[in-house]
């Protein structure tokens, strides 16, 4: 687990690993925390890992981008 306090964005993240996303235990014991910048008026985010190969996913995404950025540009020619 990372804990990131970004005081200036007034923004607490919360980084959890798939095993301890699963802990019923470990999120009861943010609670406290949750409170605490609760009181302050920070936006608190959790990011919970999922089970899927990242590096697969980084790879799917940056293609998909790559072939839109491409029809873009081929429709904005097209055009004008």
């Known amino acids: 687990m990372e804990v ?3 005081d ?3 923004r607490v993240n919360i980084w959890l690993t ?3 996303s699963e802990d ?3 999120k009861e014991s943010l609670k406290p925390l949750y409170q605490k910048y609760k ?3 920070y936006l608190i985010a959790v990011f919970e890992s999922g089970m899927d190969c990242l590096e697969e996913l980084t790879r799917d995404l940056i293609l998909y ?3 839109r950025l491409r029809e873009l540009e081929a429709k904005k020619a097209a055009s004008g």
Do not use: D, F, Q
């Open 8 to 10: 200036k964005e007034k």
């Open 39 to 41: 009181k302050k008026k």
């Open 18 to 20: 798939h095993a301890e």
């Open 65 to 67: 981008n790559r072939t």
């Open 4 to 6: 990131e306090i970004k």
């Open 24 to 26: 019923a235990a470990l």
